[in-house]
């Protein structure tokens, strides 16, 4: 049996993964930082594990134990994420850094800990899901969509330096996803950017996220996991998905477009 380890397995994207592969007899492990937000995870016989993604010590510690225990890691999911709107003006460098310090930075101290067993065996698949923030622009995500521009390019070499070692590395590209960020970021955004310079165009963005997040008419992160599980279980596997018609198509304008028109159609949206 195949073993896999979900990183951000507590809702969202993470959670429908852990779900999934377990379903299909997968050794699943699934981490996050809080643990009791994943206990329904046991009755599809997932293993809970607390993982904060960037406690470097914590990170080997499950590791060494999953490896101790079943001999390997066949599949890693990097699903943790933070991200969080606002104007370069007024977000603060250490709010910037956090976005860095799980989106990159320790999900890399995560990859690092599982490769010597994947290089072992001669084989692995690393799924890092990004985002189409980490493709295209958007209204105050500078930090955000910095970050994954950064995965996408950090996974890109990664994957030159793996493949000898019969290793994959797979990047998934969700465009918005019907979960609780949309909510949160709206109101963290309509938070900092009070009283300031941005403060009329952030309350347009806040509304229009909440909007859009309250609609139900986005995408379930059961079908962000279900694509995630198919690339998986793939043999001859491509490098990016985008998942979601809404973000494929706005992929597809911003390939087709000069960067000015499509600016200019984004601003002309709010």
């Known amino acids: 049996m195949k073993v896999a380890l979900v990183t951000g397995a507590s809702s969202g994207i993470g959670y429908e993964t852990a779900k999934n592969l377990a379903k299909k007899d997968y050794i699943v492990y699934a981490g996050s930082r809080t643990v009791e937000n994943m206990q329904s995870l046991k009755a599809y016989h997932a293993n809970i594990v607390q993982l904060d993604v960037t406690n470097q010590q914590q990170i080997q510690q499950v590791i060494n134990e999953i490896i101790n225990k079943e001999g390997k890691i066949d599949v890693l999911v990097n699903s943790a994420g933070y991200g969080s709107l606002g104007a370069v003006e007024d977000i603060k460098l250490s709010e910037a850094k956090k976005q860095f310090d799980v989106n990159l930075f320790g999900l890399s101290e995560v990859i690092k800990a599982v490769l010597p067993s994947m290089r072992a065996n001669q084989n692995g698949t690393i799924v890092n899901v990004s985002s189409v923030s980490g493709r295209l622009p958007s209204y105050f995500g500078a930090w ?76 379930q992160p059961s079908v962000v996991a279900k694509r995630i599980v198919k690339t998986i279980e793939h043999n001859h596997i491509r490098q990016r998905f985008i998942v979601g018609k809404f973000a494929k198509c706005l992929v597809f304008v911003n390939k087709i477009l000069p960067g000015k028109l499509y600016n200019w159609i984004i601003q002309r949206g709010i």
């Open 144 to 219: 955000y969509n910095a970050s994954k521009h950064a995965l996408e390019g950090y996974s890109s070499s990664l994957r030159l330096e793996v493949s000898d070692f019969g290793i994959k590395v797979v990047v998934i590209q969700p465009g918005s996803i019907n979960t609780n960020w949309g909510l949160i970021a709206a109101d963290n955004l309509a938070k900092v950017s009070r009283g300031g310079a941005y403060h009329e165009k952030s309350a347009l963005i806040s509304d229009m996220l909440r909007t859009q997040f309250k609609s139900n008419q986005l995408p």
